[in-house]
């Protein structure tokens, strides 16, 4: 089993959707937790970082629940501009970030 | 403010040629990472570097991978001799770590995408 598992999709959802995406981790010394985003052919750039009590920024929401070892982004009134790999990261307070495979989404118009 | 610097953006070598991939990491930011991304498993880290020391390179997949650090502004990483299954894209990260390790933020360079036939 992988350390971060990521359902890989493709999601396909027309504009203005709402859609949420979950990301599952093993291990429960895992300490920060990120969402990445990654264009087809370009490096990973941060979306955001995960807080406890979660967060918000705009569109999107991050959420962490440690007690079922997930983090989740939802991501509201979709554009053709979010249509991405969406890649969770988690870290074990170490200098190792485990990478999920990531998450497809395609907004379509 | 310039970002991670990676070159050569792309490669294209036949198996059994050394190949070396550049990095020049953020001005300032004392960590720096190599990482490997193929479709099947996804980025995967080959070796850490902090203040230009390597700290873990356990994930450099055998004796033909090597990378240095020689000073806060540039790393390579070398591939000698190079085979088929090395193609994948590479990407070299850097960060600042700072009084909460390891909640900062990476910042990745545009990779260089390695093709060997």
């Known amino acids: 089993r992988k350390e971060v598992e990521q359902d890989p999709g493709p999601f396909n959802v027309p504009e203005g959707a709402t859609v949420a995406f979950n990301c599952t981790y093993s291990?429960?010394?895992?300490?920060?937790f990120f969402w990445y985003r990654q264009d087809c052919r370009k490096e990973p750039k941060l979306l955001m970082s995960?807080?406890?009590s979660g967060n918000e920024d705009g569109r999107f929401t991050a959420q962490l629940n440690r007690a079922s070892q997930y983090i989740s982004l939802l991501i509201r009134d979709s554009k053709l501009s979010d249509s991405a790999t969406y890649l969770c990261?988690?870290?074990?307070?170490?200098?190792?970030?485990?990478f999920g495979t990531g998450t497809r989404l395609k907004v379509l118009a | 403010d310039a970002g991670v610097i990676q070159s050569p953006r792309h490669e294209v070598t036949e198996m059994g040629q050394e190949v070396t991939l550049r990095c020049k990491p953020i001005?300032?930011?004392?960590?720096l990472f190599w990482y490997r991304q193929t479709m099947m498993r996804g980025l995967e880290l080959l070796i850490y570097f902090n203040n230009n020391v390597p700290i873990d390179d356990s994930g450099m997949p055998e004796d033909r991978f090597s990378a240095k650090m020689p000073n806060a502004s540039f790393s390579t990483l070398k591939i000698q001799p190079s085979e088929p299954r090395d193609s994948a894209v590479y990407f070299c990260a850097s960060t600042l770590t700072s009084g909460v390790p390891f909640t900062d933020t990476q910042y990745f360079g545009p990779g260089t995408r390695l093709t060997v036939l």
């Open positions: 291990n429960s010394a895992s300490q920060s």
């Open positions: 995960v807080y406890s």
């Open positions: 990261v988690v870290n074990r307070g170490t200098y190792k970030y485990i």
């Open positions: 001005s300032g930011h004392n960590s």
